[in-house]
């Protein structure tokens, strides 16, 4: 086997690329150069072939294009079958995939297909003659891991978002686009995609969002949720909930923040109605400045935080909406 290219996964939603998978440009370049050989990608979608140019102009060698509209649904088996025509194209030695939802779930499946070694959600990645080096966070992050792996089998990484820079796009890089041929059993058709629910537009991306206003159990009810939402609103903020919200069904799962949802690090953290679990703080203690709304003067996110009011939300918080909007002159 040739062993020294690097195949980085293109994930696309509708005719986009993911922006994670964009990233493994600025993972795979070094590593291909250390090994002196290409830097494959990989574009999986439908309709993507203004993707499949994107690649080619992030530093791509080569760009291999797996385009039908059975891969444009986000199924791991049916991408899994695309990894695998590209790794028979182009006999990679290390193959990039994007720590997302589908590549965490596609590169366990290619790994144990093809007897291979899977170091899981890198930040880092080094690579020499024998041996495949990567960092990766454990322990809610609390840790930073070294693992290994032998390059005397192929080595799939799945690499964690935000990790490395998407290199600056050079639109003069002109690379071919070859048309990969996928072949899908029945077994791969088996599972479907019924429904693909969007983020409403307009919506403050929370992972992003300088200010974030975080609803809890205390809030009552889904209704009761206005109240958060007219706080957020008053601060440019976003809205995220707590899993016991999100388990009642009181907000959608996306707004959930800690172990088992997302990261967040707001310049303003604000919770409302929140007791400040273990698992809910791992996603928000990194915030610059933490403030709570609780009548419990013991719940540990009072303990936490650098300013909280004690009291009834249903009191506090529509005297602060209202205090906002005056000082902002939007009332
Ligand atoms: C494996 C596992 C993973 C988990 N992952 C997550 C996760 O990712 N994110 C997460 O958030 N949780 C997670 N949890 C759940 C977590 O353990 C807690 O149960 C959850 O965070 C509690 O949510 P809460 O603070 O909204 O509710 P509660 O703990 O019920 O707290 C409600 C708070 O509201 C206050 N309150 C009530 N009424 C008022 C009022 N009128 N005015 C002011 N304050 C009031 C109360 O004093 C209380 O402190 C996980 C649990 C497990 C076991």
């Known amino acids: 086997m040739a062993q020294e290219r690097v195949l980085v996964v293109v994930e696309t939603v509708g005719s986009e690329a993911r922006p994670a998978?964009?990233?493994?440009?600025?993972?795979?370049?070094?590593?291909?150069?250390?090994?002196?050989?290409?830097?494959?990608?990989?574009?999986?979608?439908?309709?993507?072939?203004?993707?499949?140019?994107?690649?080619?102009?992030?530093?791509?060698?080569?760009?291999?294009?797996?385009?039908?509209?059975?891969?444009?649904?986000?199924?791991?088996?049916?991408?899994?079958?695309?990894?695998?025509?590209?790794?028979?194209?182009?006999?990679?030695?290390?193959?990039?995939?994007?720590?997302?939802?589908?590549?965490?779930?596609?590169?366990?499946?290619?790994?144990a297909t093809f007897r291979a070694a899977h170091l899981v959600n890198c930040v880092r990645i080094e690579v020499d003659d024998e041996t495949v080096t990567a960092t990766r966070p454990v322990y809610q992050d609390k840790l930073l891991t070294t693992v290994r792996a032998a390059r005397s089998q192929r080595v799939f990484v799945t690499v964690r978002s935000g990790a490395f820079a998407v290199p600056e796009a050079q639109p003069g890089l002109q690379v071919p686009i070859e048309q990969l041929a996928v072949s899908l059993t029945d077994a791969d058709r088996a599972v479907v995609v019924t429904q693909l629910v969007e983020k409403p537009k307009g919506m403050t991306n929370l992972e992003n969002a300088p200010i974030v206003v975080v609803g809890g159990r205390g809030v009552g009810s889904a209704e009761n949720f206005r109240l958060v939402e007219e706080l957020a609103a008053a601060l440019d903020g976003a809205v995220g909930c707590t899993r016991a919200v999100s388990d009642l069904g009181w907000r959608p799962h996306y707004e959930q923040i800690g172990q088992t949802g997302k990261n967040i690090r707001p310049k303003l953290y604000l919770g409302v109605g929140v007791s400040g679990a273990v698992q809910h703080t791992v996603g928000m203690r990194s915030s610059d400045t933490i403030v709570v709304i609780n009548r419990d003067p013991n719940a540990p996110l009072v303990k936490m935080a650098d300013f909280a009011i004690v009291g009834d939300l249903f009191e506090i918080v529509p005297r602060l909406t209202k205090r906002l909007r005056e000082l902002r002159g939007t009332a």
Do not use: C, M, W
């Open 21 to 111: 998978s964009l990233e493994l440009f600025g993972a795979g370049r070094p590593l291909a150069d250390r090994l002196g050989g290409e830097l494959v990608g990989l574009v999986i979608g439908s309709g993507v072939q203004r993707v499949a140019e994107l690649a080619g102009h992030l530093g791509a060698d080569r760009v291999l294009l797996a385009d039908d509209p059975a891969l444009g649904e986000p199924v791991a088996a049916r991408a899994a079958r695309a990894v695998e025509a590209a790794i028979a194209a182009s006999d990679p030695a290390l193959i990039l995939l994007p720590a997302t939802t589908l590549g965490r779930d596609v590169a366990p499946l290619l790994a």
